[in-house]
């Protein structure tokens, strides 16, 4: 399984992004995505995950202004970030979990996509 997550960049706060993250290799639609981040000098955290039956859980941090989507038939993934905050710099990973429900710990998400950065400006 391959992840390839898209479409970080620098924006002042108040502004939005979209991340995408596309998959290749076993069947998308069985198991749970999710996105988490990484700042510098921290620990990666958990940001939003969808499971196959269209569950979804958010942080704290970024409930209500965050949105988790995901597109089986094209494999893909989605984050839409919106009212974007400096603390919400940081590199973003989307992860496959093993198992078709949502869990929120980086451990038992099986394969990872290489990050994208986002960078917010006060």
């Known amino acids: 399984v391959q992840l390839q997550a898209s479409g970080g960049g620098l924006v002042h706060a108040g502004g939005s992004l979209r991340l995408s993250c596309a998959a290749s290799g076993r069947t998308f639609s069985h198991y749970s995505m999710g996105w988490f981040r990484q700042a510098p000098g921290k620990d990666r955290e958990f940001v939003a995950a969808?499971?196959?039956?269209?569950?979804?859980y958010y942080a704290d941090s970024v409930k209500g202004r965050f949105s988790i989507s995901r597109d089986n038939a094209n494999k893909s993934v989605y984050l839409q970030m919106n009212s974007l905050k400096p603390e919400d710099t940081a590199v973003y990973y989307c992860a496959q979990d093993r198992t078709s429900v949502i869990r929120t710990s980086p451990s038992v998400y099986d394969y990872w996509g290489q990050g994208t950065l986002v960078t917010v400006s006060s």
């Open positions: 969808m499971s196959w039956r269209s569950g979804i």
